[in-house]
């Protein structure tokens, strides 16, 4: 947090702008110009992948939305959520967060508790067996969705909710791709991923498990029974370190296949050092997961060696805790450790469990033994003090180690799928998540770049709404510069009776009164997110963020399973949602009716409040001194009615 933000004025001292204010009022006055109302986007949904409509659930839980009647606002903020993602529990804990980076809070004090809020409000719907309801109407289209991770999940979930038939081919015998096999249960736990999984399920949408397309099934034959197909295949195929020796050695391993073996059970322990190549989420889990391994005591079974367990030629036997000791596990990376593309907290945490980091270090050879094994990685020291990677001479040397493990990238598997392959590895898409030069096959996720959770999620989102079109025959319109689940002032009306008539086409000019129009309000969330220096964040004092509390795991963790996160009180969201400063969107503060000179600003009557709707201003009074917009904490007032 920074301190002196504590100190946050408008204007410095000694700054004399402002010291005749009869001109600047008055003066103005003669400028005509008045307020209107401008909906803008807040920098956390703007920056937000799966584009949640961040500031809506703030606002529900806050109450300046309202919940339906009957409902918590627990529910009615989760609905909100699942506008955007069916998996609030499980990203409020590892998704990392782009919006908090983005908020603009962090420009009073500190951003607002964004992740740990989705976190809280996804258990709650969990432990309160929120159901989604099936929908009203089936159109009676047939979509494929080939993948069932969170990319292939939330294309079936928005499809099944606009009525479509939805079919998901996944290639393993569950649902889930990275969040069940790739990321480890200490961040991820399993029994959500069942439960946020199995939710959406029962909305209807039928799953063909242990079917891989491209082997078990054709891409023809889906083209001939579907009616559109999305591939969310997501990246399974981990990139090798390219070093001498590293094909040769069994021991050097893939550090997806090596999370998978461990996420399955089948690999109990590891047999000596192991050492982790990469500085992404990835190698984080990877050196996570080693230490919770550990290093089995007493006499080691060839037969038994990890590498083997990771290609599935063999299993570990189930093997208690007592017989493991601790692992000596290195992280290997070739670039200084603190520009390492994890995420810090994920970064600490591998410190504190025991973790050895080794940086600037890049990769030279596998050096093998005579049994064909890599007995060591030879590195060279990188200096990266100009920023590029220079090594240098003469300061190669070996580390002894007995396993490998790369996480330095994927690519995606395209097994008699060839036609998809952008010849990088991945697939391409237009605009619309089509691929491109194939109508009808649509994509997303890892698939396309690998990214994250989030943006899997968003892609699903993004992919279906184009699927919806093109099944109904109906053009893709071109996605809106800021892509997000947008509040939108007209639907909102509509859900209160109070919608803007069908507009008559009679001419008419200046009219404050015709129920065909949203009167002075102007909505630019579609191209415009709206900055700090943008908004009167004066306003808001200085207050402390409620932060998770983490379980520390430390350094003895062989065998533990516990996660890292714990959620927030009831009480604490509440505190934390008041935190957010509503950018772009009326706030309900009452600054503008308590400061206009004029009492030109007055408040809507009760019944016809809505978000966003809650002054008005009377023009026959304004005199256009813009005090109003001075003291809007949210930005949401601009000076644009008159000349
Ligand atoms: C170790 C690790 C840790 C990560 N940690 C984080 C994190 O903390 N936070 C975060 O936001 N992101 C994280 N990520 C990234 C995140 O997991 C991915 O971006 C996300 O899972 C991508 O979703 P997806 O649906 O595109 O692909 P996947 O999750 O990979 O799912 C693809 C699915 O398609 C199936 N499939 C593939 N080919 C076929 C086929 N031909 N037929 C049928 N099914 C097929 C696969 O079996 C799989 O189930 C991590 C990734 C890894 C590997
Ligand atoms: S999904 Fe991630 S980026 Fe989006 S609102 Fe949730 S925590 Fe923020
Ligand atoms: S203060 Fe609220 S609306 Fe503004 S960026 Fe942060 S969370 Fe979003």
């Known amino acids: 947090m920074n301190e002196t933000a ?31 109302y401008l909906h803008r986007t807040p920098p956390c949904q703007g920056a937000c992948p ?8 703030m606002n529900i839980i806050r109450g300046i939305e309202k919940p339906a009647a009957g409902q918590s606002w627990q529910e009615a903020a989760f609905w909100k959520i699942a506008e955007a993602s069916p998996f609030p529990a499980l990203m409020g804990r590892t998704c990392p967060a782009l919006c908090e980076t983005k908020c603009n809070r962090n420009d009073v004090d500190d951003h607002v508790g964004i992740n740990s809020i989705e976190h809280y409000v996804g258990d709650w719907a969990l432990a309160k067996g929120l159901k989604f309801p099936k929908p009203a109407k089936e159109t009676g289209k047939k979509v494929a969705v080939v993948g069932g991770g969170p990319a292939g999940l939330s294309c079936a979930y928005q499809l099944r909710k606009r009525g479509h038939t939805t079919v998901v081919f996944e290639a393993n015998a569950q649902l889930g791709g990275m969040l069940r096999y790739g990321l480890s249960a200490h961040r991820c736990p399993r029994d959500l991923v069942d439960a946020e999984i199995g939710r959406l399920l029962e909305m209807g949408i039928e799953v063909r498990a242990n079917t891989r397309v491209g082997k078990d099934v054709t891409l023809e034959a889906l083209e001939t029974e579907f009616d559109a197909i999305f591939w969310g295949i997501g990246a399974w195929s981990g990139n090798p370190v390219p070093v001498p020796g590293w094909d040769k050695a069994a021991n050097c391993v893939d550090g997806l296949a090596y999370l998978r073996a461990y996420n399955e059970g089948r690999l109990q322990y590891l047999t000596g050092r192991t050492l982790i190549i990469g500085g992404g989420n990835t190698a984080m889990d990877c050196a996570g997961v080693s230490r919770r391994l550990g290093q089995v005591k007493g006499k080691i079974d ?3 060696l990890p590498e083997r367990v990771v290609a599935g030629e063999v299993e570990h ?14 992280i290997v990376y070739r670039r200084p450790f603190a520009a390492a593309p994890a995420d810090q907290h994920e970064k600490d945490a591998v410190i504190d469990e025991g973790v050895e980091i080794h940086e600037s270090l890049a990769p030279v050879e596998v050096i093998l033994g005579a049994d064909g094994r890599a007995k060591a ?9 100009t920023g590029k990677m220079v090594t240098i001479p003469g300061s190669e040397f070996e580390i002894e180690c007995d396993l490998i493990v790369a996480a330095t990238g994927q690519s995606s598997i395209f097994t008699g799928i060839e036609a998809l392959d952008n010849g990088k590895g991945l697939v391409t898409a237009d605009g619309f998540y089509q691929v491109a030069g194939k109508p009808g096959h649509f994509v997303g996720g890892d698939a396309i770049y690998p990214d994250l959770l989030t943006t899997a999620v968003g892609h699903g ?3 279906a709404e184009g699927i919806d079109k093109y099944v109904r025959s109906l053009d893709m319109d071109k996605r809106a510069k800021v892509d997000a689940h947008r509040f939108d002032m007209e639907k909102d009306l509509s859900e209160r009776g109070q919608a803007p008539t069908a507009y008559d086409h009679v001419p008419t000019r200046a009219t404050d009164a015709a129920a065909f129009a949203i009167h002075n309000y102007a909505d630019r969330s579609d191209v415009e997110v709206i900055s700090s220096s943008q908004m009167f964040v004066g306003h808001f004092p200085m207050t402390p963020r409620f932060v998770r509390t983490v379980n520390k795991i430390g350094a003895d963790c062989v065998g533990d399973r516990r996660t890292r996160l714990n959620a927030l009180t009831e009480e604490q969201v509440l505190a934390e949602a008041k935190r957010c400063m509503s950018c772009g969107l009326c706030l309900e503060c009452d600054n503008c009716v ?24 009377d023009y026959d009074k304004c005199i256009g001194c813009h005090i109003c917009k001075d003291v809007c904490p949210t930005g949401y007032i601009h000076m644009g009615l008159g000349k």
Request: proline share 7%; net charge positive; charged share 30%.
């Open 6 to 36: 504590l100190t946050y004025r408008r204007f410095k001292q000694g700054d004399h702008r402002y010291d005749d204010l009869t001109d600047l009022i008055f003066k103005a006055g003669k400028s005509g110009k008045c307020p209107t």
């Open 50 to 57: 799966s584009g949640h409509d961040v500031r809506g659930w």
């Open 302 to 304: 060839p037969k038994l």
């Open 317 to 330: 036997p189930e093997t208690p805790v007592s017989a493991r000791g601790a692992a000596d596990v290195w």
């Open 377 to 385: 990685f030879k590195v060279i020291k990188a200096d990266w003090s």
């Open 461 to 463: 989102w993004k992919a």
């Open 594 to 617: 308590i400061y206009c000179p004029q009492k030109a600003v007055f408040r809507v009557a009760k019944e016809k409040r809505t978000p966003g709707r809650y002054v008005e201003t």
